[in-house]
């Protein structure tokens, strides 16, 4: 099964795809209206307009240092997924993409690292929680998270992971719990990003470690910009080894020549039988 991710509205309806992902809410803030014909995907807690709009939002380490993207650490800026008020849109958001798709795509789910977040509200809150450890608090929160969109979503609930399956590790950076949060995933999504592919020993590494790792049943994305479509193919080609599907990341093109090239490949590969001896 192939599937793009795209700003794009007219490409979620290639044929070459099976699945549409469209986004409707990005890392950057910007928004769009959900379509009714693709899979629409939330960025949750990535808001670059969120957090110039109102910096109090931003979440802190023990130091006071903000998760943004002015420090080499961070590509975007975080909200704090504590923050209630922040939520209520986001779950607001979630409500219209489900109205327009039964099926949602949650992205950007999570505490930005495992030193985040000591915000005055996250303090008090862990304070008052029923939780001595904090790590078992943030994943707490995150599952919650969860669960109120999930029950707001009727069809397939999609969920972005960082692509680090190591064990204990998404669990302390980001507060998933990936045991908790199953009951209410029907599908995790793992992008495995590079700009060339030219080797992928790391990617089948990964991949193979999600499948270890995962009993709900997951996808591969992989970035399609500007990369070369014989090192794409190839990628692709290890990927589906491992998915559930392969999704391509913004190049609906370079992707739908990837498919299409790999396809005509395998109905060149065809062979019906021997071959007649005395021909």
């Not at 290639?14 to 910007?30: N, Q």
């Not at 009714?36 to 960025?43: A, E, H, K």
């Not at 591969?220 to 998915?243: F, R, S």
Request: glycine share 8%; hydrophobic share 35%.
């Amino acid at each position: 099964m192939y599937g793009v991710v795209t700003r794009n509205e007219e490409e979620v309806r290639w044929p070459e795809f099976d699945r549409g992902f469209y986004e409707v809410k990005d890392v950057t803030g910007r928004s769009a209206e959900p379509i009714d014909d693709g899979v629409n995907m939330v960025s949750c807690f990535g808001d670059n307009a969120a957090s110039d709009a109102d910096p109090s939002l931003v979440p802190v380490d023990d130091l006071g240092r903000p998760a943004t993207r002015d420090r080499s650490y961070f590509d975007w800026d975080y909200v704090c997924p504590s923050r209630m008020d922040y939520r209520e849109g986001l779950l607001e958001v979630i409500d219209d993409c489900a109205a327009a798709n039964e099926d949602v795509r949650l992205d950007d789910v999570g505490f930005p690292r495992a030193e985040y977040c000591h915000c005055g509200i996250c303090e008090r809150s862990f304070e008052e929680s029923e939780y001595d450890d904090r790590f078992e608090w943030r994943a707490s929160v995150i599952t919650e998270f969860v669960a109120e969109a999930a029950d707001r979503i009727p069809g397939r609930v999609y969920l972005t992971l960082y692509p680090d399956p190591y064990p204990g590790h998404l669990y302390e950076r980001a507060g998933i719990d990936l045991e908790a949060i199953s009951e209410y995933v029907d599908e995790f999504v793992v992008p495995l990003y590079d700009t060339a592919y030219g080797t992928t020993y790391w990617l089948e590494t990964i991949a193979r470690g999600f499948e270890s790792a995962l009993d709900t049943p997951f996808s591969i994305e992989l970035y399609a910009v500007n990369v070369d479509v014989d090192d794409l193919i190839h990628a692709l080609e290890v990927a589906g080894a491992y998915g559930n599907g392969v999704f391509f990341g913004y190049d609906a093109s370079n992707a739908r020549a990837a498919i299409r090239r790999k396809r005509a490949d395998e109905r060149e590969g065809v062979t019906h039988g021997e071959p007649d001896s005395q021909s």
